[in-house]
């Protein structure tokens, strides 16, 4: 029997595809830090649970497709403090942002059409738009001018006759580029001259540095109508498991679309609707904290990072992701060895190739992301291990790839 090329045409996760190497390591008696995955250990509030256990319902009952009417107003509320308004019928909860993802790419792309997408980019996007039948085009950024992608000419360059939207996390997964106002403006007045949505993923908002001013697309009202707002609980309170997304929006024929496909697979999970309220009732102050908090492992991060001789990164501004090129010619072929063959002191440690992130083929080779999710302590001997197994991999007679020039965004640490 034959499958779908569409299925087959979809890689299989590039995040979570080594697992079986880093259980092989676990087996074998290694303590392994895992900074692949963006999966904060910071606690999920209490309040999330409080809400459940205090309901008192007897039956966990079906919900509203488009999201109950608790929970849709304590979002109402959350972006009314950053000076946006969204009436209840502007917003559709779902499970999770890569539900929201999905269905508003079903909703814009028939077969063939196309989506811009900075890349690298989060490699799920990836899997959405094959998965309805779209294609990828590919806005190409690179570590040595710090993955920034805000130029007009670049992304007129990108757009045919097939294009239907621009796809952006900001702050980006997988490398923390924060979008300036001026940028977020080029890039509106691009969406606008070429008629094209504008999907802004912004699941990671409030994870912004450096005093840096918190920032939406939803903020530009002569974009309104073609603005899509994608956000979730994941991050934003570390209730990654809790699986509750938003899309947000003021194009009428976008969410009455976006309505029938919630309707076909019912509701969001009641219960977890139910703790998210509550978490989007929280005193703003839990923000300042987690930030501050992040900002310090990104500090930290960036500071063991820079240790390496020949990597190429920046500080980003945002998120809680780091992507760099290391001096070697193949990052995936580093982390197996790395997980097969490598400790220091019985331990080791797991970061995700970076070529997963992109599009084109044959980019990021020599990239990973790190996520900063971990302690500290911990976070600095896990990139300790990857400066100490690049110098035993050179030692080993890896191939290593050849210095390039940066730009003033990235440090280059000379090989």
């Given at each position: 029997m034959k499958l779908s090329k569409k299925i087959q045409g979809i890689q299989?996760?590039?995040?979570?595809?080594?697992?079986?190497?880093?259980?092989?390591?676990?087996?074998?008696?290694?303590?392994?830090?895992?900074?692949?995955?963006?999966q904060p250990d910071i606690k999920t509030p209490p309040v999330f649970m409080e809400a459940i256990r205090n309901d008192g319902r007897e039956i966990v009952e079906y919900g509203p497709s488009a999201g109950t009417p608790l929970m849709i107003s304590a979002v109402q509320e959350y972006y009314r403090r950053y000076g946006m308004e969204f009436t209840q019928d502007e917003i559709i909860v779902t499970c999770g942002g890569s539900e929201a993802l999905r269905f508003i790419v079903d909703c814009v792309c028939d077969e063939g059409d196309e989506i811009i997408i900075p890349e690298p980019f989060y490699t799920n996007y990836g899997a959405f738009i094959r998965a309805s039948g779209g294609v990828?085009?590919?806005?190409?950024?690179?570590?040595?001018?710090?993955?920034?992608?805000?130029?007009?000419?670049?992304?007129?360059?990108?757009?045919?006759?097939?294009s239907r939207a621009l796809l952006l996390t900001n702050p980006g997964n997988p490398t923390g580029v924060v979008l300036s106002p001026e940028e977020m403006r080029l890039i509106g007045q691009a969406a606008k001259d070429h008629d094209l949505f504008i999907i802004s993923d912004e699941v990671y908002r409030e994870f912004v540095y450096d005093g840096k001013q918190i920032t939406s697309f939803g903020q530009i009202p002569d974009i309104a109508d073609r603005v899509i707002l994608v956000d979730s609980v994941s991050k934003r309170f570390s209730a990654c498991g809790a699986r509750i997304g938003t899309v947000l929006s003021k194009n009428r024929d976008l969410l009455e679309s976006l309505l029938k496909l919630a309707q076909s697979r019912l509701c969001a999970p009641t219960l977890d609707q139910l703790g998210s309220a509550a978490l989007y009732r929280m005193d703003p102050g839990y923000f300042t904290e987690i930030r501050a908090e992040f900002e310090k492992r990104r500090d930290a991060a960036y500071e063991e990072l820079s240790k390496i001789d020949g990597i190429v990164c920046m500080k980003p501004p945002g998120a809680f992701y780091i992507t760099a090129k290391l001096p070697v010619e193949n990052a995936e072929e580093f982390l197996i060895w790395l997980l097969r063959e490598f400790d220091d002191g019985n331990e080791t440690v797991m970061f995700t190739p970076a070529e997963g992130f992109y599009a084109t083929e044959g980019l990021g080779r020599s990239e990973i992301r790190i996520a900063y999710v971990l302690n500290e302590q911990d976070l600095r001997r896990g990139i300790e291990l990857i400066r100490l197994a690049l110098s035993a991999y050179r030692r080993a007679g890896a191939p290593l790839r050849p210095a390039c020039p940066a730009s003033p965004d990235a440090r280059t640490v000379p090989q």
């Open positions: 299989a996760s590039p995040i979570r595809k080594f697992f079986k190497y880093t259980e092989a390591a676990k087996n074998a008696g290694k303590k392994v830090y895992f900074l692949n995955i963006g990828i085009v590919p806005l190409t950024t690179t570590p040595e001018n710090g993955y920034r992608y805000a130029d007009r000419a670049a992304i007129d360059a990108c757009v045919t006759p097939r």
